[in-house]
């Protein structure tokens, strides 16, 4: 009898390691600003604790901990009431004291988890603060790399997951949630295009076969957005697959992702903690939070933004909206506030202020950029304003005022967008809606001759439709005679330019159709 061998399985396994950048006004030992904005190496930018001189000393930046506080209790981790800093040794030209300052051993926080995607999670390991490193840079005309050393010392927290996650779809997930969490609580800007939000990947890949739950671990790092973690995700476990397949074992290494071939690139042999010769901090005390000036944890749950999830269900109970609607809102604070203060002036028409504010409003800010006058020196000089309802040209008053306007039949909905528009792209901030709604002459057309004379034009150019309406209505087909009467809504709607009323334009259709005089002999 011959036995059937059964198929070798593999099973990857991803973790995470998510460096984000705190939003703090200074760096976490110095008190060099965070800007980004500044040119490479300008001493606003750097202090000397920064560039390590001799002499200098770190001093810990109490907001920093605040914020990385913050960051654990929203996913759940234990805030540990004394943790340590750790000198993490490594010679690299980006970092000039020659070795980071983080916490490994004794961290902030540990033991959270990350909800995300259709009911998955991924526990994490620990939270930790740390300093970041500079960045080489390319030098023009050059073969030559130099170091821009603003970004020394910006404060970051890593939040390590455990190795849970089994596709490179949910890794993706996982880290989109993550940034949208610490977006919306004010953590971090959540901009991985701008380094402000890095991670990296440990990927593993075990056989069927094996005894080991893991196999050889590989780290790539500093992926820089979700595609590129999805992608290298999947090249690694896809070259990890075929290593194991053809007999070969999968060296133990760090790589970095080319987003031009798609795939990864061996950097070194990977380190391990031993090679880090991870050492305690002398020049920091023991990080005591019953020492950092005005930590409470009560205090940092109250100023702490509610979820999404929460505040979307408390738009749908107090203003009735659709809940598709209240979790598109939800999701940015300042885009709640807007719609809370245009509903104070939309009069009770609540869907239709989250529709203008969705379609319309969303719409002009995405596609309209906004300046303002700024002064430096002796100049003025014209900024840029960032795409955001925070920044909208239009406020909530106006859009609560332009929904009354449609809901009193003073304009219509076609008349509100261009409305919008307008105030957005051509008025000054705050214009009254009133006077510009008067300037552009927006006046609907409530019935009236002129109304009447153009029914009559386009029923006479459709006589064919008018004929099966007249029959529709005496055979008491109301679904036959109600499209038909749309489509003569449509082409009305059309010859006045979306300026009449449409409830005077049913009113008006019904009128000339029903007419006993209309002349339909030749219809």
Same mark, same amino acid.
């Given at each position: 009898?011959?036995?059937?061998?059964?198929?070798?399985?593999?099973?990857?396994?991803?973790?995470?390691?998510?460096?984000?950048?705190?939003?703090?006004?200074?760096?976490?030992?110095?008190?060099?600003?965070?800007?980004?904005?500044?040119?490479?190496?300008?001493?606003?930018?750097?202090?000397?604790?920064?560039?390590?001189?001799?002499?200098?000393?770190?001093?810990?930046?109490?907001?920093?901990?605040?914020?990385?506080?913050?960051?654990?209790?929203?996913?759940?981790?234990?805030?540990?009431?004394?943790?340590?800093?750790?000198?993490?040794?490594?010679?690299?030209?980006?970092?000039?004291?020659?070795?980071?300052?983080?916490?490994?051993?004794?961290?902030?926080?540990?033991?959270?988890?990350?909800?995300?995607?259709?009911?998955?999670?991924?526990?994490?390991?620990?939270?930790?603060?740390?300093?970041?490193?500079?960045?080489?840079?390319?030098?023009?005309?050059?073969?030559?790399?130099?170091?821009?050393?603003?970004?020394?010392?910006?404060?970051?927290?890593?939040?390590?997951?455990?190795?849970?996650?089994?596709?490179?779809?949910?890794?993706?997930?996982?880290?989109?949630?993550?940034?949208?969490?610490?977006?919306?609580?004010?953590?971090?800007?959540?901009?991985?295009?701008?380094?402000?939000?890095?991670?990296?990947?440990?990927?593993? !890949? %075990?056989?069927?076969?094996?005894? @080991?739950? /893991?196999?050889?671990?590989?780290?790539?790092?500093?992926?820089?957005? #979700?595609? &590129?973690?999805?992608?290298?995700?999947?090249?690694?476990?896809?070259?990890?697959?075929?290593?194991?397949?053809?007999?070969?074992?999968?060296?133990?290494?760090?790589?970095?992702?080319?987003?031009?071939?798609?795939?990864?690139?061996?950097?070194?042999?990977?380190?391990?903690?031993?090679?880090?010769?991870?050492?305690?901090?002398?020049?920091?005390?023991?990080?005591?939070?019953?020492?950092?000036?005005?930590?409470?944890?009560?205090?940092?749950?109250?100023?702490?933004?509610?979820?999404?999830?929460?505040?979307?269900?408390?738009?749908?109970?107090?203003?009735?909206?659709?809940?598709?609607?209240?979790?598109?809102?939800?999701?940015?604070?300042?885009?709640?506030?807007?719609?809370?203060?245009?509903?104070?002036?939309?009069?009770?028409?609540?869907?239709? !202020? %989250?529709?203008?504010?969705?379609? @319309?409003? /969303?719409?002009?800010?995405?596609?309209?950029?906004?300046?303002?006058? #700024?002064? &430096?020196?002796?100049?003025?000089?014209?900024?840029?304003?960032?795409?955001?309802?925070?920044?909208?040209?239009?406020?909530?008053?106006?859009?609560?005022?332009?929904?009354?306007?449609?809901?009193?039949?003073?304009?219509?909905?076609?008349?509100?967008?261009?409305?919008?528009?307008?105030?957005?792209?051509?008025?000054?901030?705050?214009?009254?809606?009133?006077?510009?709604?008067?300037?552009?002459?927006?006046?609907?057309?409530?019935?009236?001759?002129?109304?009447?004379?153009?029914?009559?034009?386009?029923?006479?150019?459709?006589?064919?439709?008018?004929?099966?309406?007249?029959?529709?209505?005496?055979?008491?087909?109301?679904?036959?005679?109600?499209?038909?009467?749309?489509?003569?809504?449509?082409?009305?709607?059309?010859?006045?330019?979306?300026?009449?009323?449409?409830?005077?334009?049913?009113?008006?259709?019904?009128?000339?159709?029903?007419?006993?005089?209309?002349?339909?002999?030749?219809?």
């Amino acid at each position: 009898m011959r036995t059937l061998c059964k198929p070798t399985v593999y099973f990857p396994t991803i973790g995470l390691e998510v460096h984000a950048q705190l939003q703090t006004s200074h760096k976490l030992f110095s008190k060099s600003h965070t800007s980004s904005h500044t040119k490479s190496n300008e001493t606003c930018a750097l202090h000397a604790t920064d560039l390590a001189l001799p002499g200098t000393l770190p001093v810990l930046n109490p907001d920093c901990v605040h914020l990385a506080a913050r960051a654990a209790l929203l996913l759940g981790c234990k805030l540990n009431t004394r943790s340590s800093f750790e000198r993490k040794h490594y010679f690299y030209p980006d970092m000039p004291q020659g070795y980071q300052i983080t916490q490994n051993s004794r961290p902030l926080a540990s033991n959270g988890f990350l909800k995300f995607g259709d009911g998955q999670s991924s526990s994490i390991k620990q939270i930790q603060l740390e300093q970041d490193s500079g960045k080489l840079v390319d030098l023009p005309l050059s073969s030559a790399l130099g170091v821009d050393y603003n970004r020394v010392g910006m404060p970051l927290i890593e939040i390590v997951f455990e190795p849970d996650i089994t596709s490179p779809e949910h890794a993706g997930e996982a880290v989109r949630e993550l940034q949208k969490l610490l977006k919306y609580v004010n953590v971090c800007d959540g901009k991985m295009e701008d380094g402000s939000m890095r991670c990296d990947l440990n990927v593993s !890949v %075990a056989s069927s076969e094996s005894k @080991d739950k /893991f196999g050889a671990r590989v780290e790539v790092k500093n992926l820089n957005s #979700i595609k &590129q973690i999805m992608q290298a995700a999947e090249y690694e476990i896809d070259r990890h697959v075929a290593l194991l397949s053809s007999g070969q074992g999968v060296p133990q290494e760090t790589r970095t992702f080319d987003p031009v071939s798609c795939s990864t690139i061996k950097l070194r042999s990977k380190e391990t903690a031993p090679e880090y010769k991870f050492m305690p901090e002398p020049d920091l005390p023991v990080l005591d939070l019953s020492k950092i000036p005005n930590f409470s944890i009560a205090e940092i749950l109250r100023k702490t933004p509610l979820l999404p999830e929460v505040v979307a269900a408390d738009l749908v109970s107090r203003y009735g909206i659709e809940k598709t609607s209240a979790n598109k809102i939800s999701h940015d604070p300042p885009a709640v506030e807007f719609f809370e203060r245009a509903c104070d002036h939309a009069e009770g028409n609540f869907d239709l !202020v %989250a529709n203008f504010l969705i379609n @319309d409003l /969303f719409s002009c800010i995405k596609n309209y950029s906004c300046s303002r006058e #700024i002064t &430096q020196g002796a100049s003025l000089v014209v900024e840029e304003i960032p795409p955001t309802v925070a920044n909208s040209h239009v406020t909530g008053a106006q859009l609560g005022t332009i929904v009354k306007l449609v809901k009193n039949g003073k304009i219509t909905s076609k008349m509100a967008k261009k409305l919008l528009k307008v105030l957005y792209v051509e008025c000054p901030r705050n214009a009254d809606v009133m006077d510009v709604v008067a300037d552009r002459n927006m006046v609907v057309m409530n019935g009236g001759d002129e109304l009447i004379e153009i029914v009559e034009q386009i029923v006479q150019k459709n006589s064919k439709q008018g004929k099966q309406w007249k029959g529709a209505v005496a055979y008491g087909d109301e679904r036959s005679s109600g499209k038909i009467l749309k489509y003569f809504v449509g082409h009305v709607m059309k010859a006045t330019k979306g300026n009449a009323d449409i409830h005077s334009v049913n009113a008006a259709l019904r009128e000339v159709l029903g007419r006993s005089d209309l002349d339909i002999r030749n219809l």
